[in-house]
């Protein structure tokens, strides 16, 4: 379970690909509203990992710099190149880029600032922005409470998962205004929503980096305890994750 965090998804990859949600509209459109997000505008996605996030920067016709450390993910992620001739793959870090000086509009960081070393990270994101260039952190943050299908997984989770508790994603406004720090930025936050059969919840479980692999103790009573959980609260073979999608943005050379 102890990797780099480079290297923790590595064995994840295909559940991460198939499993793992996308974002809702309104950030592209937020981008757009509050920042000025134009077709030409070039733009870094750090930490890129399968392009989830990529995919919609793509969609909105701009140049992007998919910057990710880990091979496996990159190599997840290539299939794009073939739809979107405007994407290039950079074997970088959110603290090495390898990316030119003031040479990006934007920087967006999807569902991984909070594995980025919240110092250097910053400084390298205001070496290879413009002068008026934005940065972007957001994160689907899953709900723990409000039915008690959220409930009872959230309690699996704490059950069987060692790293869950510190690696879960409800830090992230600490983590923002760590990355943030002593400068201005803005947060939204949206509404999302995920709806899986049992073979979807448990591939969205095993896409989680702190969730044990097949070789640890606590994996086979987790996934039994996963079923139950499923059949308690299935509605015709389905339940739901519901996410609060939070965004933070900023203009960190001003």
């Avoid at 709900?143 to 309690?155: K, N, P, Q, S, W």
């Amino acid at each position: 379970m102890h990797k780099l965090s480079t290297e923790r998804f590595t064995d994840r990859v295909d559940n991460y690909v198939k499993y793992r949600p996308s974002y809702p509209p309104e950030i592209i459109d937020t981008l757009r509203s509050e920042c000025g997000l134009r077709p030409e505008h070039a733009i870094a996605d750090v930490a890129s990992g399968t392009g989830i996030f990529t995919r919609l920067l793509l969609e909105n016709g701009n140049r992007v710099f998919a910057v990710e450390p880990n091979a496996a993910m990159r190599a997840a992620s290539a299939p794009l190149k073939e739809l979107f001739p405007n994407l290039t793959f950079i074997a970088g870090t959110a603290e090495q880029t390898t990316l030119p000086s003031t040479s990006l509009d934007f920087v967006t960081v999807a569902q991984a600032a909070h594995w980025v070393d919240t110092e250097k990270a910053p400084k390298e994101f205001e070496r290879i922005l413009k002068p008026e260039g934005w940065c972007m952190l957001v994160w689907n943050e899953r709900r723990t409470l409000g039915t008690a299908f959220l409930e009872e997984y959230d309690r699996m989770l704490h059950t069987y998962c060692p790293e869950y508790k510190e690696k879960r994603h409800g830090r992230t406004e600490i983590v923002a205004h760590e990355f943030f720090a002593g400068r201005q930025f803005k947060e939204r936050v949206f509404q999302h929503r995920q709806e899986f059969d049992f073979a979807g919840l448990k591939g969205r479980l095993l896409s989680s980096s702190y969730c044990p692999l097949e070789e640890h103790a606590n994996h086979a009573p987790m996934l039994k305890e996963l079923e139950r959980i499923f059949r308690a609260h299935a509605q015709q073979n389905k339940v739901w994750f519901e996410y609060d999608t939070r965004m933070y943005f900023s203009q960190l050379n001003r």
